[in-house]
Nanobody
């Protein structure tokens, strides 16, 4: 599957952004075959888990730092996933990646076989 993120940008602390992830299919597999995760990577830091959603969308998971501020969702009819980010903080500044996995391990970078190119989010104090 190919993933393309959009919606990044710059915002002041306390503001909101909505990231989108559009998936294009691979023969033999559909979007609902994949769990979707959002990860982020700040300069000089390792890529870290942000949020995840199960194949059906019934289950969602968040990191401690994003719980209560971010909301992950997906629309399987449109092959898209989204990350609504509210109450943004300067420490949320990073490149955000959408990723897809067949295997279990929603927080594990290595469990995700497919990645988008990333979209920059910058939060000013």
């Amino acid at each position: 599957v190919q993933l393309v993120e959009s919606g990044g940008g710059s915002v002041q602390a306390g503001g909101s952004l909505r990231l989108s992830c559009a998936a294009s299919g691979r023969t033999g597999r559909t979007f609902t075959n994949y769990g979707i995760g959002w990860f982020r990577q700040a300069p000089g830091k390792e890529r870290e888990f942000v949020a995840a959603i199960t194949r059906s969308g019934a289950g969602t998971y968040y990191s401690d730092s994003t719980k209560g501020r971010f909301t992950i969702s997906r629309d399987n009819a449109k092959n898209t996933a989204s990350l609504q980010m509210n109450s943004l903080k300067p420490e949320d500044t990073a490149v955000y990646y959408c990723a897809a996995r067949i295997r279990s391990g929603y927080t594990d970078v290595n469990a995700h076989e497919y990645w988008g190119q990333g979209t920059q989010v910058t939060v000013y104090p």
